[in-house]
């Protein structure tokens, strides 16, 4: 049975392909993905000022590598990941500004944020961080240092993502707990869906291969969701559970640990 990353992701579109580079089984990338995002911070990219745990009580606009504070630009949202959040100042419209609204905090350094990008009020950040362009970070989402989040994603209230990646226009909208994890492009979350990442049992997630046992050399490993997969509401993943492209993960169930083929049905 396939365990390499292109089995699960389209890695000719995916912004963030390199994580998966070396890995011959897809799970390898969270073994790399602190230093990935290490190497990252230290790429072309507009870094938040450092957070110190405290709500902001200016809104930070990030424009053109600027960090901005202030109430006097007037700021209208529709779809964030069509483009359509605008910023206006004196100066006039700041063409793919991003806005971390009043009431956000931030944590720690490290915090990398793209163009057009909203953190609403109530979302706690620590870092380190990418957020990548035109993604959305609601209210009371809580990200948990070490996240990678493509473009165009949603973290939706309460959601409480740790160690975890986002492929571009993945979504958790809702009510979500994601460890050590990985959303492929275009996967969407029902309300309530927890991916767990830890067994209850000592030692290293084991993740059944056809009729092998694999040992996943990570002590804390979530779910891995390839491309398009989708999960119903108050679904649940076992840690190591790996599902395939174009899957569905049906509402109340539960996605055992071990590798499920694409475009499975798991009630």
Same mark, same amino acid.
């Given at each position: 049975m #396939?365990? /390499?990353p /292109?089995? @699960?992701f389209n890695l000719?579109s995916c912004t963030h392909?390199? %994580?998966?580079?070396g890995?011959?089984?897809?799970?390898?990338a969270?073994a790399g993905?602190?230093?990935?995002?290490?190497n990252?911070?230290?790429?072309?990219?507009? *870094?938040?000022?450092?957070?110190?745990?405290?709500?902001?009580?200016?809104h930070? $606009?990030v424009?053109?590598?600027?960090? %901005?504070?202030g &109430?006097?630009y007037? *700021?209208?949202?529709?779809? *964030?990941?069509?483009g359509?959040?605008l910023v206006? +100042?004196?100066e !006039?419209? %700041?063409?793919?500004?991003?806005?971390v609204?009043? !009431?956000?905090v931030?944590?720690?350094?490290?915090i990398a944020i793209g163009r057009?990008?909203l953190?609403?009020? !109530?979302a706690?950040?620590?870092g380190?961080?990418? *957020?990548?362009d035109?993604?959305e970070?609601?209210?009371?989402?809580?990200l948990?240092?070490?996240?990678v989040i493509?473009k165009?994603c949603v973290? +939706?209230?309460?959601?409480?993502v740790?160690?975890s990646v986002?492929?571009?226009?993945?979504? =958790?909208?809702? @009510?979500a707990?994601l460890?050590?994890?990985?959303? !492929? =492009? &275009?996967v969407?979350?029902?309300?309530g869906?927890?991916?767990?990442?830890?067994?209850?049992?000592?030692g290293?997630?084991?993740? /059944?291969v056809?009729?092998?046992?694999v040992?996943?050399?990570?002590?804390? @490993?979530?779910?891995?969701l +390839?491309?398009?997969?989708?999960?119903?509401?108050n679904s649940?993943t076992?840690p190591? =559970?790996?599902?395939?492209?174009?899957?569905?993960l049906? #509402?109340?169930?539960?996605?055992?640990s071990? $590798?499920? #083929?694409?475009k499975s049905?798991?009630r």
């Open positions: #396939p365990t /390499s /292109s089995s @699960f000719d392909a390199a %994580l998966f580079s890995c011959s089984q897809v799970w390898q969270l993905l602190k230093e990935y995002v290490r990252q911070l230290q790429q072309d990219c507009t *870094i938040l000022p450092k957070g110190n745990g405290i709500p902001l009580t200016r930070l $606009i424009h053109e590598g600027r960090v %901005l504070q &109430d006097e007037e *700021i209208n949202s529709g779809s *964030i990941a069509r359509e959040l206006q +100042g004196k !006039g419209p %700041l063409v793919g500004a991003s806005v609204m009043a !009431g956000a931030l944590m720690g350094e490290g057009g990008v953190v609403e009020p !109530g706690l950040i620590k380190p961080a990418l *957020i990548g035109l993604s970070i609601r209210h009371t989402a809580y948990r240092g070490y996240c493509g165009r973290v +939706g209230h309460t959601t409480e740790k160690h986002f492929l571009d226009d993945a979504k =958790a909208g809702h @009510f707990y460890g050590d994890s990985i959303l !492929g =492009a &275009d969407n979350l029902g309300a869906t927890k991916c767990a990442n830890l067994r209850f049992l000592p290293n997630v084991l993740v /059944s056809g009729k092998e046992r040992n996943s050399g990570l002590r804390k @490993f979530g779910a891995i +390839g491309d398009r997969v989708q999960t119903g509401c649940v076992s190591g =559970a790996v599902i395939g492209p174009d899957s569905l049906m #509402p109340n169930a539960t996605a055992a071990g $590798i499920h #083929p694409a049905l798991l």
